[in-house]
């Protein structure tokens, strides 16, 4: 053992928590303090103190997270040791330990991951073959209550056997799900296939009902790093406790004030029960922010000070003080978005800055249709995170699906995606006849078209003659799978299959996009060959090694292109957690978005909500907008909006507010105080989401006389109709009191003052230059404003 010399890069709370490795340990971090510092500087330190890095288990939540750790390890202590260590996300670890005991469990080591879309097409079948409606039993809520039983250890016996899931099940109408759930798991089983959650849950049954195994493992990991400990759910967390319940060598880092996974299953009570769970353990607490101003460090404290439970922290900044956050109030979602267009505009003129220096954060993705419309508008160019990622792209899937065929003929989802594609004539009553002779036979669908007579596969010849071609397909990719690299045999599948043929049969927009995805695989195929060639891995470039890889990727973590490096982030908060951006908008701050209408009726929800806010304000390092609307389309009309209770949670002292046509003052008590009452008299008589979704039921379920036609649209629209239908001889209330020079209030686009008016009566109109909107030429028999000065 000595001293390393990388120490003194660290601060004093930092290198406490780096050099503490006597039992087990818990690392706080509070945003923006060097959390990924310390556990790359204490992977390092074991290292310099002796350690084996094959001994040491490092888990991180992203790919990302963890290839970045290997990366600065070692560049302190050496890439050679570094390689060797046993670090990745969990389900990377696990898959791999899993397929080493494969036959512990009754599965063969080749077996298929399936991902969130293939786990869904087999809830799909599953719900077709019972036939359940599957407007009652949607796929994805289906699989969803699987998932978070799964992460909560709950499996198929005891989900039949707990009442309060029975009940809640019946309640719902989905008695069948305990059912659905057990095929769902048998049929996995019988493809030798597990999903994402798999991974977690047998590897605990692994441990759990092997203890050799299980000793095995917690004698080889040593040492255990738990990154974003605040973000584990139940599984993984008595996965840790299976593997280090002997040796208690085990520093979870984390932050309870950044926990939003809970829809994900995420535990909060990991963290916050992580003294209780592991005796004598040690806390250290990071608390210097590096990223932020002190005002944004301040703001965001003053506001996580309002949840009851979590583990106390003064978060500080040493950075310049820097400005208050500024809170925009607008008229409309519509104003909203001009108004953080010019801001962006304002502070690139000002400040000299680039595109990808600013952030639009929102609660839900359907926030971004204001933001995108008036961005494309004004020219200033942006990106959207969490869209449609590269392996999820349909031509992509198909391919990816071939690929999982020739390793594991026994992939159910694949069969059915890809035994007529490109088209050969095999329809879909075909199929269904294979996977029912297969449910019956508990085969696989591979099995029973190798061996028709054996499972009374009965079809036309000619049908027949095309399934056996697509086996002898299939059967030539096997036969070159074990001596072919995988982007050889790759290019071979896309050209013999028939897929290069079918995208490549036009040029047209769609076709083109296709080729471009297309020509991305087979070149990251190659890249994945000839890097792993460098590496002296030349036993690892099958296409087996390269599905393992394949399976693994999330969607997050999609990587961004060199189109993308110049603009504007638009993204949930969600999203943007483990990010930052010199200047952050968080948008829609209002009650029923931000904090969500489902958090209502919970404490512990909302307080999830408000750490939501937290990591939003925590991502900004220079300046933070805060802005909400006075009234926004929702429901299907215009509807009133109150600001969000979270803005009276942060200290006013620390708030600007620009209130919709007046000047920026500091922010009072009194401020929203208007905006509040009027809000909360509203929302007395405000119409329930639920019921404008009822609303929007099939017209064959509610036996009554369909509505008249005008009660389907807004009163602004039928205010509209009204004026045109008279010919204009209702003139608008609005025209009285309007000339040139006066100030009107419009409903939409905020302030703004008349510059000219043009024609009479029902043609004349008003040229007005709006604070945030800019110039509009409005038909005032038509316009929502009133003259205000």
Known sequence: MYTVDFLNDLNESQRKAVEYCDGPSLVIAGAGSGKTRVLTYKIAYLLSQGMKPWNILALTFTNKAANEMKERIGALVGTDLACRLNMGTFHSVFSRILRVEAATLGYEPNFTIYDEADSRSLVKTIIKEMQLDDKIYKPASVHSRISMAKNHLVMPAEYALTRSLVERDREQRMPAMSSIYSAYCERCRMANAMDFDDLLTNTFALFNEHDDVRLKYADRFKYILVDEYQDTNAVQQKIVWQLSKEHLRVCAVGDDAQSIYAFRGANIDNILDFEKIFTGSCTFKLEQNYRSTQRIVQAANSLIRHNERQIPKDVFSRNDEGERLVLKEAYSDKEEALIVCNEIRRLRREEHCEYNDFAVLYRTNSQSRSFEEAMRKVGIPYKIYGGLSFYQRKEIKDVIAYFRMVVNPDDEEAFKRIINYPKRGIGDTTVAKIAGLASVGGVSLWRVICE???????????????????????????????????????????????????????????????????????????????????????????????????????????DSGEEDARRVSLMTVHSAKGLEFPTVFIVGLEENIFPS????????????????????????????????????????????????????????????????????????????????????????????????????????????????????????????????????????????????????????????????????????????????AGQKQLLVKFARFKVIG
């Open 452 to 558: 028709p007579d054996a499972y009374g596969l009965s079809v036309a010849k000619a049908t027949m003659g095309k399934v056996d071609a697509f086996r002898q397909l299939i059967l030539g990719f096997m036969e070159k799978c074990a001596t072919s690299d995988a982007y050889s045999l790759g290019v071979e599948i896309v050209k013999s299959s028939g897929i290069s043929a079918d995208i490549y049969a036009d040029k047209s927009p769609e076709n083109v996009s296709r080729q471009e995805n297309l020509e991305e695989l087979l070149g990251s195929m190659q890249e994945f060959v000839e890097s792993r060639m460098e590496e002296g891995r030349e036993t690892e470039i099958g296409l087996s090694e390269f599905l393992k890889e394949v399976s693994l990727q999330t969607d997050i973590e999609s």
């Open 597 to 772: 209408m489902l958090s209502m009726n919970s404490r512990r929800e909302l307080e999830e909500e408000r750490r939501l806010l937290y990591v939003a304000i925590t991502r900004a390092e220079r300046h933070c907008f805060l802005t909400y609307a006075k009234s926004r389309f929702r429901y299907g009309r215009m509807e009133m909006e109150a600001p969000s209770r979270f803005l009276r949670d942060i200290n006013p002292d620390l708030l600007k507010v620009d209130k919709a046509g007046g000047s920026m003052l500091p922010f009072g008590k009194s401020s929203l105080s208007s905006d509040y009452g009027r809000a909360n008299r509203w929302q007395n008589s405000r119409p329930v989401a639920s019921q404008f979704k009822a609303d929007l039921k099939p017209r064959e379920a509610v036996h009554r006389e369909d509505p008249p036609i005008a009660n389907t649209f807004s009163p602004s629209f039928k205010r509209l109709r009204a004026v045109a239908s008279s010919g204009g001889k209702h003139a608008s209330p609005s025209v009285s009191g309007l000339s040139e020079g006066c100030m009107i209030e419009h409903e939409r686009f905020g302030i703004g003052k008349v510059i000219r008016l043009e024609g009479n009566g029902e043609n004349m109109k008003a040229t007005v230059q709006f604070e945030n």
